[in-house]
């Protein structure tokens, strides 16, 4: 998860800084472990176990151990989710729903000319689900 990103969602999610992280890396299984990790929901414990030999994976599920915010990721993209006012106060910290729906249009190359219809309707979706179609 980029750092900044993790900063805002941590200041958002966790503003008292009590907070753990529950991390479950999807190679932890191929070392023969089931465990999750418990960090604390700030970006030094963060990045230093995910530079950590016990924290390598490919892809991750993250939650807060409070269950107001959660996320997979894997070195190319960070999917978030959480309390709607929450969410609605971290998209404000990157310009808002439009501004965020552009940057992953063009992060998907969704701005070109061809640009694939029914994922620009996904994640339209996801940013604005008042206007999903039923």
């Known amino acids: 998860m980029p750092e900044r990103f993790f900063h805002e969602a941590s200041l958002v999610f966790n503003p008292s800084r009590e907070s753990k992280l ?5 190679c932890f299984a191929l070392e023969g472990r089931s465990d999750v990790a418990s960090v604390d929901f700030v970006w030094d414990d963060y990045s230093s ?4 030999k016990d924290g390598f994976s490919l892809e991750y ?4 151990d409070s269950g107001n915010f959660g996320c997979w990721a894997d070195p190319e993209l960070t999917v978030v989710g959480g309390e709607q006012d929450k969410m609605d106060m971290l998209l404000e ?3 808002g729903r439009e ?12 701005d070109e000319p061809a640009g694939n219809e029914d994922m620009r309707a996904y994640f ?3 940013l604005f ?6």
């Not at 176990?49 to 950590?52: A, K, T, V």
């Open 61 to 64: 599920k993250m939650a807060s």
């Open 124 to 126: 339209r979706g996801l």
């Open 93 to 95: 910290q990157f310009g």
């Open 49 to 52: 176990f995910m530079r950590s």
């Open 22 to 26: 529950l991390i479950m890396g999807d």
């Open 99 to 110: 501004s965020m729906l552009k940057r992953i249009e063009t992060g998907f190359f969704l």
């Open 129 to 134: 689900p008042n206007e999903r179609k039923a």
